[in-house]
């Protein structure tokens, strides 16, 4: 059978992927992919486009009716969350609250936190997530919210920290934070998707047991084309949740979707349908 598939250029959904999509680990399945960024894999959601597709934790809390998420695949974990920023030097005054702020698609993750933790009070700019860190140092805005490989990068770029958005959520609630999941259209059936877990699984372990192979795929559609910044991406990304989400990962995303209908970020009563 053949699946459609979507997800990001970034390291750790390419380093997931590779095996499943080269076929070593894809089982019964052949895999016509394609790689966009996240929030165009948050629009494309909205319409059900992929059977298969990653996108951001806040997005699907919006899509349930139509996907359900895997249990292997999500980034998910603990010092990982976006970061709020601003140009080195420049001094950002009272706080980043009540301006004008860079973020890489109003369906992220990293906006729905950027919204609970200044209460919605911004003025939110969507920009490809790659464009944040020249338009911050142009002066085009204040203020950015930054994900995937610019978390490592931003500082030896010119830019100073003022929140990280992951670590004030993890110290308000006690949990994890959920950014991203591979989602599985419901109308393909609960079978279907077991077998794909089974075979993502199995992707993410050829991946480390042959590193090596990755590497040209990974490389190839990075925004960062050192080895150790992807490195550095894959580990911080890549861990026991992308395994299998378990018990305390459910907790996370359940904590991040109250979170949000208390807030009235979000539609209520769907949480039989996280699951």
């Known amino acids: 059978m053949e699946l459609s598939l979507a997800y990001s250029p970034c390291p750790n959904d390419t380093f997931l992927f590779y095996h499943l999509v080269h ?9 016509r992919e394609e790689l966009y960024d996240v929030e165009e894999l948050n629009r494309a959601a909205l319409h059900g486009k992929y059977q298969v597709t990653k996108l951001s934790f806040a997005a699907y809390f919006s899509v349930m009716d139509r996907y359900s998420i895997l249990d292997s695949g999500s980034a998910l974990g603990r010092n990982c969350g976006p970061l709020l920023v601003h140009k ?13 702020i860079l973020i890489p698609g109003e369906l992220t993750t990293a906006n ?25 140092l142009s002066g085009e805005a204040d203020f950015g919210v930054l994900i995937h490989e610019e978390r490592f ?12 958005l992951g670590q004030w959520w993890e110290e308000t609630t006690g949990k994890h ?16 998707k077991s ?9 993410l372990e050829s991946g480390y047991q042959n590193r090596e192979e990755t590497y040209q795929y990974i490389l190839q559609h990075s925004q960062d084309t050192t080895r150790e910044v992807v490195d550095a991406h894959i580990e911080l990304y ?5 395994r299998s989400l378990g018990e305390e990962g459910r907790d996370a995303i359940l904590a991040l979707y109250q979170k949000g209908v208390q807030a009235g970020f979000l539609p209520a009563g769907k949480e039989r349908s996280l699951f």
């Open 88 to 100: 080195k030097g420049k001094r950002p005054g009272a706080g980043a609250r009540g301006k004008k």
């Open 177 to 192: 934070i959920p950014l991203g999941a591979i989602a599985f259209r419901r109308d393909l059936g609960e079978d279907l």
């Open 23 to 31: 076929g070593n680990a894809a089982g019964g399945f052949r895999i």
């Open 195 to 203: 077998d794909f877990d089974l075979s993502l699984k199995k992707s």
């Open 153 to 164: 990068t931003y500082e030896r770029q010119g830019l100073v920290k003022l929140q990280d």
């Open 112 to 136: 729905l936190l950027l919204k609970l933790f200044l209460n919605n009070e911004y003025e939110p700019q969507a920009v490809r997530y790659d464009k944040i860190i020249p338009l911050l």
């Open 238 to 242: 890549v861990n026991e949740f992308t």
